[in-house]
């Protein structure tokens, strides 16, 4: 029996199917290129390293300057003030005016020091006939000198009793000390006041001065005749001239401070009363190198070459509040970190931001 095995019929394999690729859409696309080009500016900008302000090396003139302050007062000037206590009933109303010495500004009540004195002129009528009583019975020998003696004494002590209540009842009047114009007047009618109270001041209007104090430790650096810059809140922004004309000997040990007045010109708009800030010129050279003070540091300077950071060693001079002299170690035109900062290696590179200068 033939036996055959027919061939069995193998199938084909499919071909392999490729994995679908996904494409970006054109919008995701730009996308992408953006944040690309955004890290790599960053990237950039960050090798820059960080941004500092820079001003530049100047040239001006340095002002080494001792700081007072106080007030304008006038030159020649007095107080009047009560030397009893009591009540004001009467006042001139006189501010601004002129008056001469001797006038009459104010008067206190002075009812019950008036009744003491006519009780005095009273007992010193009864001392008075007492004393006569006694010289006609000493005449006619039937007094002694003792009862003499003893009535004329009495009478002696009444007058000058009266005397002095006469001069007491003075007090209550407060008159001009001086010929000028009355600058303040305070009190009103009915109050009450105590002595040494400062009810007038009279003065010359001109000329005029600052009445300042210095510290002790800037006060070997005042001398008579430098020049004074003067400030004040009433004229904001204007610098106005002095000179210093007086320095008191002897300081004030409490406050550690001694006492300067500072002349002023007669056309001066100061006035009586405003409170000044001084700054007393002890130094000044002109034409030198200058730097804001806030980039000096223990005598370094942060200069920016090539935009890096270069510490260097200076010399300096003159101290002023706002600059500071270099006399060795920089050049006009320069760049130096100002503020100077700290955190800044020397040879880091940075990025200078030039910062509006003030003119020194």
Request: aromatic share 4%; glycine share 6%; charged share 25%.
């Amino acid at each position: 029996m033939d036996m055959r095995v027919a061939p069995t019929e193998v199938p084909e394999a499919a071909p392999a199917q490729a994995a679908p690729v996904r494409r970006l859409s054109a919008p995701k696309l730009l996308i992408a290129a953006a944040i690309i080009v955004a890290l790599a500016a960053i990237v950039w900008w960050l090798s820059r390293g960080p941004a500092i302000t820079v001003a530049r090396v100047t040239r001006g003139n340095a002002a080494e300057i001792v700081y007072a302050t106080g007030a304008v007062e006038p030159e020649t000037w007095s107080r009047s003030t009560p030397l009893v206590r009591g009540r004001i009933v009467e006042r001139c109303r006189c501010e601004g005016k002129t008056v001469q010495k001797g006038d009459l500004l104010a008067r206190l009540d002075d009812k019950e020091a008036l009744a003491t004195l006519n009780d005095l002129r009273a007992l010193e009528e009864f001392q008075r006939r007492e004393f006569d009583r006694q010289s006609q019975l000493l005449a006619r020998g039937v007094a002694t000198s003792q009862a003499y003696q003893r009535s004329e004494s009495d009478l002696a002590r009444i007058q000058a009793q009266i005397a002095a209540q006469a001069q007491r009842l003075e007090y209550y009047k407060l008159v001009s000390p001086m010929d000028g114009t009355v600058l303040k007047e305070d009190g009103e009618v009915g109050d009450m006041v105590d002595p040494g109270t400062i009810l007038y001041r009279i003065g010359l209007e001109r000329p005029l001065w600052v009445v300042a104090d210095v510290n002790e430790e800037d006060i070997p650096r005042v001398q008579v005749g430098q020049k004074a810059l003067l400030r004040t809140d009433a004229f904001a922004g204007q610098v106005l001239a002095g000179f210093v004309k007086q320095i008191t000997p002897a300081g004030d040990p409490v406050s550690k401070t001694f006492r300067v007045r500072i002349g002023l010109p007669d056309d001066t708009p100061l006035r009586v009363g405003m409170s000044v800030e001084a700054n007393i010129v002890s130094r000044e050279k002109p034409d030198v190198l200058l730097v804001p003070a806030n980039a000096v540091v223990d005598n370094n300077l942060l200069t920016i070459e090539n935009d890096r950071a270069r510490l260097r060693k200076v010399e300096i001079g003159i101290r002023g509040t706002g600059f500071v002299e270099i006399v060795h170690g920089a050049s006009e035109g320069e760049l130096v970190a100002s503020p100077a900062t700290t955190n800044i290696k020397n040879g880091s590179r940075v990025r200078p931001v030039l910062s509006e200068q003030a003119s020194p």
